[in-house]
């Protein structure tokens, strides 16, 4: 009733009511003497919530306020803990009246409860207390922030950010950017939170709450978004995805990651291919300089030949390459140069000799080199 407006505050804040009422039903949860205290950590947080719905129910207070700042307490609390297994259906059928009563207020609130309660029992619920930026713009109404992601390349996407935003929800909204939606495929990406300037690179849980990790983290932190498993096919027909995955794999080709091959002519005519590619690839229409075939051949086949027959080779295949568009250009660089694509070629090569375990080899620093991906 203090943060609802209908008590005094006695010198106390907003905020402090919030933080008290987080602070007593987390702290009964996670620490056993406490809970003996307070009794038993469902009935407290019952308690709580049953309160909350008094209140709003048939509000009749005279402070104009009051009513909506109690949706808004309960929006806040129902992202931190979850009533028990007794009281959930009754909390869940109150929540639902009111968001499918058109009649009503505060729908839209509490179709956001009933989904912040809902994510509370998958995932758990929020861990770290709100920041006072954050509990500000709740109080204030606002419940979403956006939240910078940056794929290869340096691609930005601000996504909005909700309270009860996991990992999971921001890999699969950015997947389906990219046109995938199937569970087997969203299952090979993945986000990290980078710190320390780029040093310190952590995979996130995926049923780890977004802003958690924010108030973890430094203000100069960010947020990565990678392909981590190459077990899907590629596919071309997403302007997104494929700008993203030939950004990711772009370094790691040029850092002779990919080539298992021993050398040969054909070899050659494969990396002079990729290299007009590349060049086609950054939208350069005439023809490549010694200095930036230099930059498309990695360092395994650069020393093989005098850079001269290498801008022989890379300039036979410039007209083709430029009849393609900047997105067909990484498209078909991927099709030839992607891990998978990599793996396959050199199975083909020699089904009989060691090149399987080199294909293996491969997969497997794809997966493992995660903390070594920049943007």
């Not at 905020?15 to 039903?25: E, F, N, P, R, T």
């Not at 912040?116 to 709100?130: A, D, M, V």
């Not at 950017?177 to 320390?196: H, K, Q, S, W």
Request: hydrophobic share 35%; net charge positive; proline share 5%.
């Amino acid at each position: 009733m203090k943060f609802m407006g209908d008590l005094p505050l006695k010198g106390q804040t907003d905020l402090d009511v919030v933080y008290a009422l987080l602070k007593i039903s987390i702290l009964a949860y996670f620490l056993p003497s406490l809970s003996q205290l307070c009794g038993d950590h469902e009935v407290l947080r019952d308690e709580v919530f049953c309160q909350i719905i008094k209140q709003i129910t048939d509000n009749t207070s005279s402070k104009a306020e009051s009513c909506q700042k109690g949706w808004r307490l309960l929006y806040i609390l129902s992202a931190y803990y979850r009533c028990s297994e007794v009281l959930k259906p009754y909390l869940l059928w109150f929540l639902r009246e009111v968001y499918n009563d058109s009649g009503m207020h505060f729908q839209g609130i509490a179709k956001a409860c009933e989904q912040n309660l809902q994510k509370t029992f998958q995932f758990g619920g929020r861990s770290e207390f709100p920041s006072s930026i954050e509990l500000k713009a709740v109080v204030a109404g606002r419940s979403s922030k956006r939240q910078l992601f940056l794929l290869p390349g340096g691609i930005e996407r601000h996504l909005k950010i909700k309270t009860c935003s996991v990992a999971q929800d921001v890999i699969e909204e950015l997947c389906s950017e990219m046109g995938l939606c199937r569970p087997e495929a969203i299952d090979e990406y993945i986000i990290f939170a980078v710190t320390n300037r780029n040093q310190n690179v952590r995979p996130l849980n995926k049923r780890e709450y977004i802003l958690d990790v924010v108030m973890e983290v430094d203000n100069s932190s960010m947020f990565w978004y990678r392909r981590v498993i190459w077990a899907q096919p590629l596919k071309f027909d997403n302007e997104l995805y494929v700008t993203m995955h030939y950004n990711q794999v772009l370094p790691d080709y040029l850092k002779g990651l990919f080539n298992t091959i021993p050398p040969s002519e054909q070899q050659f005519q494969q990396v002079s291919r990729l290299a007009a590619l590349q060049h086609r690839a950054k939208d350069r229409v005439y023809l490549p300089t010694l200095r930036e075939v230099q930059d498309y051949i990695p360092p395994q086949f650069l020393h093989l030949q005098k850079a001269q027959a290498w801008l022989e080779m890379v300039t036979q295949h410039i007209h083709q390459a430029q009849a393609l568009s900047m997105h067909q250009a990484r498209a078909q660089f991927l099709g030839k140069s992607s891990p998978g694509s990599l793996a396959r070629d050199t199975e083909h090569k020699d089904s009989n000799g060691p090149q399987i375990s080199q294909q293996a080899d491969i997969k497997d620093r794809i997966r493992h080199r995660k903390c070594k991906w920049g943007p």
